[in-house]
């Protein structure tokens, strides 16, 4: 009898850890904009539209996403040791057809967090579907709720056309 509580202690603690486990990471950008359109986390889709030709929005979006979030971070912090990690923003913007544009922002952090293995480029962040409608543009952006405020602002007056300062990334 002394042997099975232990051997029903290590099942109970497995049992709990069995969530942990089931997270689901999106691997592809599909995935990620179906998880946020279906409300799944802290995420958010909201549409914004632009007076401006989308031709003039992706120009201006092309020259900030590659000056501003194209980017490392790094850190150190004193945590009782010298603890260093950095996070690497990749983003990635591209016309797919004459009248649409697509933005993804991946994050890679290293080092890397528990869980799911995140897909090459890094986890994905942001995305937004931009498509040019009656001379202006309707963009589609695809976003977290949490610890985003300063690159949607940056975007959005991007997406307004006005080539607003780089947003400070930690």
Not at 159 to 170: S, V
């Amino acid at each position: 009898m002394k042997t099975k509580r232990p051997a029903i202690a290590l099942v109970l603690s497995l049992a709990a850890f069995a969530p942990a486990a089931a997270i689901w990471v999106p691997q592809t950008r599909p995935e990620f904009v179906q998880a946020v359109a279906d409300r799944k986390g802290a995420t958010a889709m909201e549409t914004i539209h632009s007076d401006q030709p989308l031709r003039r929005v992706y120009d201006l979006l092309h020259k900030k996403v590659t000056a501003c979030l194209d980017v490392k971070t790094q850190r150190t912090a004193y945590v009782g040791y010298v603890e260093r990690s950095s996070t690497d923003y990749n983003p990635t913007l591209r016309l797919v057809g004459k009248d649409r544009a697509e933005f993804t922002l991946q994050v890679e952090h290293n080092p890397r967090g528990v869980g799911a293995k995140p897909p090459a480029g890094g986890l994905y962040y942001m995305a937004a579907n931009l498509r040019s409608v009656n001379g202006g543009t309707e963009i589609v952006l695809y976003r977290p709720t949490i610890g985003v405020k300063k690159i949607v602002a940056s975007l959005k007056q991007w997406f307004a056309g006005d080539p607003a300062p780089c947003p400070k990334l930690r």
